[in-house]
């Protein structure tokens, strides 16, 4: 737990930015290519450039967000709106097209390894060893990390506790366990190092009422006590407003909305009736939509 006061101390000492997580004009593009059937098109030969098309596809579109230092940010989107994609650019797992991403001042494509110490990632599609356990998993990720093996099964125990995993399962396969239980150990993996950035990819999906109150409980605990900063993509709107500062809305790739859950409410208010967030994110994504159809 003292490495994230470490961390903090020595971004102050070395005169880094204030800002956990710099995001700055950043875009992603993918090419797909498709391949065209000779029947469809009506002919005997066509070359290898004509039979396959590239279709380009702007998923992230020159995004920028500043994150400080202990909060927690909120990114909502529809699906294939960028959420993910962003994350994964955060992570080092994709590189940027343009724009630049900084965590507590390392670049993640000049300095990768200097921003995978300083995170973790918890994705809905998280992937395990099947065959083993829930705690040779964790023990396994932890020397990842540094941590003796005595060191990583207390702190496992300690944070599936809090996530309220079922003890007498801890030894068992992951491919016994059901959905809901295998996303609390990704969620405790990713808690396991005490990250100092913790990236949390819709991190509660498949978990029950309960279940997912307690991993909600145990994101403010981390934020409060350690001062870590926290990128939360969901599509839980009570979530966002209960556990965020400040929320953006992506939508194909775009910001089209960013401030407090309140502020957000505020900029749809109509005749003096405030809407729910979800009613904002409707409304928002919904505009969006119609006004591309009518050009």
Known sequence: MNRLRDLANYARVMGMSEHALEIVNVSKTFV?????????????????????????????????????????????????????????????????????????????????????????????????????????NLIYTGRLYGLRPAASEERARYILGRLGFDKSRINSPMEELSRGMQQKVAIARGFLSSPVLLLLDEPTTGLDPKSKRDVQEFIKQLREEHNATILLTTHDMAEAEGLCDRIAILDKGRVIAFDTGDGLKAMCRKDDVTPTLEEVFIELTGRRLDSEEGE
């Open 32 to 136: 797909k290519r498709d391949e065209d059937s000779r029947e469809a098109l009506g002919l005997r030969r066509l070359s290898s450039a004509l039979r396959r098309r590239r279709t380009r596809t702007a998923v992230v579109d020159n995004v920028s967000m500043y994150v400080p230092r202990g909060a927690i940010y909120g990114v909502l989107g529809p699906n294939g709106s960028g959420k993910s994609t962003l994350v994964r650019m955060i992570s080092t797992l994709l590189l940027p097209d343009a724009g630049h991403i900084t965590v507590f001042g390392y670049d993640v494509v000049r300095e990768p390894l200097a921003v995978q110490r300083m995170i973790n990632r918890v994705s809905v599609d998280a992937a395990f060893f099947k065959k083993l356990s829930a705690m040779e």
